[in-house]
């Protein structure tokens, strides 16, 4: 079976940055990593180069920012000054949190820095601008069920259990 649209796949893979340092890896947790293809579940530009592909092949591909995490923009940085910051989220550097937009959707943001008077939140995903390089296997390819693709999201091992 080959990957395409509403597949669930399962992938090992090893991200590394332009330097060769590791950023993620399916390895840490030794169970592959299960998406849901056409679901933006993973960066578009590692989804569109495990297409077609089947149980079994390996393949490295090397994703521009553009198509993984973006391009960094001062746009997402913003001070918020600590009394409009909610209380009961710690002011911890490197916290992501989320808020939510103007249509209810939530959306992550990172804590930047914390003085006296401001936290500094972050939009920009910590790996905006780099350029990502996956050295992925593709272990399973099966059909989604209707409810994986009703919810956009794997059920199950390496996916959401609820
Ligand atoms: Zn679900």
Do not use: C
Request: zero cysteines; a negative charge.
């Amino acid at each position: 079976m080959q990957i395409s649209a509403d597949k669930v796949v399962l992938i090992h893979y090893t991200l590394t940055n332009n330097a060769g340092e590791v950023l993620d890896s399916s390895a840490e947790s030794g169970e592959p990593l299960a998406y849901l293809h056409g679901h933006f579940n993973i960066v578009p530009g590692l989804e569109s180069e495990l297409e077609g592909l089947s149980a079994g092949a390996k393949k490295k591909v090397v994703v521009a920012p553009e198509d993984g995490y973006g391009l960094p923009s001062d746009d997402a940085i913003h001070k918020v000054p600590q009394s409009e910051f909610p209380a009961e989220i710690p002011r911890e550097v490197g916290l992501q949190i989320f808020a939510e937009g103007p249509g209810g959707q939530h959306f992550p943001l990172w804590i930047k820095a914390v003085d006296d008077a401001f936290i500094t939140v972050d939009g920009n995903h910590p790996l905006a601008g780099e350029t990502l390089n996956f050295d992925v296997e593709v272990v399973e390819v099966r059909d989604a069920s209707e409810e994986e693709i009703a919810h956009g999201h794997v059920h199950g091992p390496g996916g959401h259990e609820h």
